[in-house]
């Protein structure tokens, strides 16, 4: 199974480290890191097993990107990714993305980060995993960057 994985610490209590992942993931997503024609205005997560998992744009469009798989507040998150290798939605691709929260004190939490099943890309799987690599990081520092801030 060809995967990617990250870990990172985020100075915020577990509850916040799930909500702002959730919840508030248009606060931290790039903006440039979007599929619809129109600019980025939110992303959004369904709360519950098969929620949509779609972006919004700032003319009110909306485009899919996957569903919840599995809905486990404020421990896990699985989501499947639907964007095939020109992100673009397709129903009939699932990559998944695996998140997890755990509590290591009163205002820390660790988050460890997968995205599995990238073998199902076919030939463009290797190239993906470098590209998205290097992204899910950029992505998941600004994700631990808004959720230290919110403390504030």
Not at 6 to 31: C, H, I, S
Not at 38 to 66: F, T
Not at 117 to 133: I, T, V
Request: aromatic residues 10%; glycine residues 8%.
């Amino acid at each position: 199974m060809m995967s990617i994985r990250k870990q990172l610490t985020v100075e915020a209590p577990l509850d916040r480290a799930f909500r702002v992942f959730t919840a508030n993931m248009g606060a931290w997503w790039p903006k440039e890191h979007h599929i619809g024609k129109a600019a980025l205005k939110d992303c959004v997560i369904e709360p519950k097993v098969n929620g949509r998992w779609y972006e919004r744009g700032e003319d009110g469009s909306e485009c899919d990107w996957g569903k919840v798989l599995e809905w486990d507040p404020p421990r896990r998150l699985v989501l499947a990714w639907q964007l095939n290798e020109g992100f673009q939605y397709d129903p009939a691709l699932v990559t998944e993305v695996e998140v997890t929260f755990t509590l290591l004190g009163p205002k820390q939490t660790r988050v460890d980060f997968e995205h599995r099943n990238l073998e199902r890309f076919g030939e463009a799987a290797e190239r993906l995993r470098g590209l998205m690599g290097d992204g899910w990081g950029q992505i998941l520092e600004s994700y631990k960057q808004t959720a230290v801030a919110e403390a504030a």
